[in-house]
Antibody
Framework: QVQLKESGPVLVQASETLSLTCTVS????????VIWVRQPPGKGLEWMGI???????DYNSALKSRLSINRDTSKSQVFLKMNSLQTDDTAIYYC???????????WGQGVMVTVSS | DIQMTQSPSSMSVSLGDTVTITCRAS??????VNWFQQKPGKSPRRMIY???NLADGVPSRFSGSRSGSDYSLTISSLESEDVADYHC????????FGGGTKLELK
């Protein structure tokens, strides 16, 4: 069955780099894009960026200078890296998938990342 | 960026109510609007896709509609399990979410 699972550190120091992994199963990264979404505590959802099925990427313009998304299709993993973290980057980070009618249909459980000053 | 203005931000509801939540898009986004339900400590769940289509496993009391740039999620005969936060999303261009609506029981 389709699954996505985020993993990574739960505590990161301000000014450092966040590295998260989304491991997927039940579908291929060459057939689906993967999207990253985050949600600060008690706040709304924010689209961060996408790696398309062809490997191209697009990013939220507000994060573009700090964000990169890559993948390893052989391991069914997508990687998010965001540098120069600040305390307002504290959030739950989710991955979800993209393709046609299935866009945003399955989500990972999320990983809560706290940025400490 | 396209803005999705969601209203209301919160709503006090009773079981059996018909509830309508609306998002207004700042520019044309066509049919590319989804609605999500989110319960505390859980990931968002897709309820409606492409403005009017019911996602798999979603009860038929949920429906989505569009009138021009206004998109609505309606819950008919609200049940206790429907008390949650709801989010709209446009993905015609770079995706943007509405601010969310919190349903609370009276």
């Amino acid at each position: 069955q389709v699954q996505l699972k985020e993993s990574g550190p739960v505590l990161v120091q301000a000014s450092e780099t966040l590295s998260l992994t989304c491991t997927v199963s039940g579908f291929s990264l060459t057939n689906y894009g993967v999207i990253w979404v985050r949600q600060p505590p008690g706040k709304g959802l924010e689209w961060m960026g996408i790696i398309w099925r062809n490997g191209n990427t697009d990013y939220n313009s507000a994060l573009k200078s700090r964000l990169s998304i890559n993948r390893d299709t052989s391991k069914s993993q997508v990687f998010l890296k965001m540098n120069s973290l600040q305390t307002d980057d504290t959030a739950i980070y989710y991955c979800t998938r993209e393709r046609d009618l299935n866009t945003f249909d399955y989500w990972g459980q999320g990983v809560m990342v706290t940025v400490s000053s | 960026d396209i803005q999705m203005t969601q209203s209301p931000s919160s709503m006090s509801v009773s079981l059996g109510d018909t509830v309508t939540i609306t998002c207004r898009a700042s520019q044309d986004v066509g049919i590319y609007v989804n609605w999500f339900q989110q319960k505390p400590g859980k990931s968002p769940r897709r309820m409606i896709y492409r403005a009017t289509n019911l996602a798999d496993g979603v009860p038929s009391r949920f429906s989505g509609s569009r009138s021009g740039s206004d998109y609505s999620l309606t819950i008919s005969s609200l049940e206790s399990e429907d008390v949650a936060d709801y989010h709209c999303l446009q993905y015609d261009e770079y995706p943007t979410f509405g601010g969310g609506t919190k349903l609370e029981l009276k």
